[in-house]
C-alpha cells in the first residue's frame, strides 16, 4: 500500500503554544488530505479536509482559527494547533488520497499531542 | 448522509476460533466500504475494500469481507484468528467519488487469547 508519514510521532507543549504537524504522502501524489482527531477508545473524528492549493474545508464545531491546515504541495499538508490548551490534547491522524488512489485513503501513523 | 454502524464494541475469542466483525451501514446513493484495523498508538492500515464487482473481497492477514446490499451490510471474517490479530477494527464508508472524506463506525475491539 502507499506510504504516509507524519512528523512528529509524538509531542509535548505547553499551554498557550503552537504546534504545527506534518503530514507526507511518500509516494503518490495526494490531491486531497484529511485530518482527523481521535480521542482514547474512540472512533476518528474527522476535522478538516483539504485539497492542494486550496482552502481547507472544516467539518462542524472545528475551529479554524485554532486548527489552521495548508497543503501547499501534492506531497504535504501541516496542521498547526495555535494556543494549545490541555483540552486540544489528543491523537491527530492524517490521510491521503489521489491519482490512482483517489477512491481509497492511507494513513500516517499518527501525532499524539499533549499539551501540559 | 452516510452512518455506519458496528455492532460490536468488543469481540473476545480465542486463538484459532473464527470470527465475524459485524458493519452495518446506511445510504441513500452507492458508498464504498472499507474495513481498517489500529493497533495501539498507531495509525489506520487498510484491511481490505469494497468499490465494485465481486462481492467476496479478500484483504491482507487472512481477513475477507461481504458486501450484501440487500441487508446493507459489510461483515469482516477470519476462520482462524492469532493473538496478533488483538486490535481495533474499524469499518467505513465513503461515497463513489474521489477526494470524498470517510465515515467511520465506533470501531470493534478484537481481543485473542490462548
Known amino acids: 500500500g502507499a506510504v504516509v508519514s507524519q512528523h512528529p510521532s509524538r509531542v509535548i507543549c505547553k499551554s498557550g503554544t503552537s504546534v504545527k504537524i506534518e503530514c507526507r504522502s511518500l509516494d503518490f501524489q495526494a490531491t486531497t488530505m484529511f485530518w482527523y482527531r481521535q480521542f482514547p477508545k474512540q472512533s476518528l473524528m474527522l476535522m478538516a479536509t483539504?485539497?492542494?492549493?486550496?482552502?481547507?474545508?472544516?467539518e462542524q464545531g472545528v475551529e479554524k482559527d485554532k486548527f489552521l491546515i495548508n497543503h501547499a504541495s501534492l506531497t504535504l499538508s501541516t496542521l498547526t494547533v495555535t494556543s494549545a490548551h490541555p483540552e486540544d490534547s489528543s491523537f491527530y491522524i492524517c490521510?491521503?488520497?489521489?491519482?490512482?488512489?483517489?477512491?481509497?485513503?492511507?494513513f500516517g501513523p499518527g501525532t499524539r499531542l499533549t499539551v501540559t | 448522509a452516510q452512518s455506519v454502524t458496528q455492532l460490536d464494541s468488543q469481540v473476545p475469542v480465542f486463538e484459532e476460533a473464527p470470527v465475524e466483525l459485524r458493519c452495518n451501514y446506511s445510504s441513500s446513493v452507492s458508498v464504498y466500504l472499507f474495513w481498517y484495523v489500529q493497533y495501539p498508538n498507531q495509525g489506520l492500515q487498510l484491511l481490505l475494500k469494497?468499490?465494485?464487482?465481486?462481492?467476496l473481497v479478500k484483504g491482507i492477514n487472512g481477513f475477507e469481507a461481504e458486501f450484501n446490499k440487500s441487508q446493507t451490510s459489510f461483515h469482516l471474517r477470519k476462520p482462524s484468528v492469532h493473538i496478533s490479530d488483538t486490535a481495533e477494527y474499524f469499518c467505513?464508508?465513503?461515497?463513489?467519488?474521489?477526494?470524498?472524506?470517510?465515515?467511520f463506525g465506533k470501531g470493534t475491539t478484537l481481543s485473542v487469547s490462548s
Open positions: 490521510s491521503a488520497s489521489g491519482g490512482t488512489r483517489r477512491y481509497e485513503q492511507y
Open positions: 469494497y468499490l465494485s464487482g465481486s462481492t
Open positions: 467505513a464508508v465513503t461515497l463513489n467519488q474521489a477526494g470524498t472524506a470517510l465515515i
Open positions: 483539504s485539497n492542494e492549493g486550496s482552502k481547507a474545508t472544516y
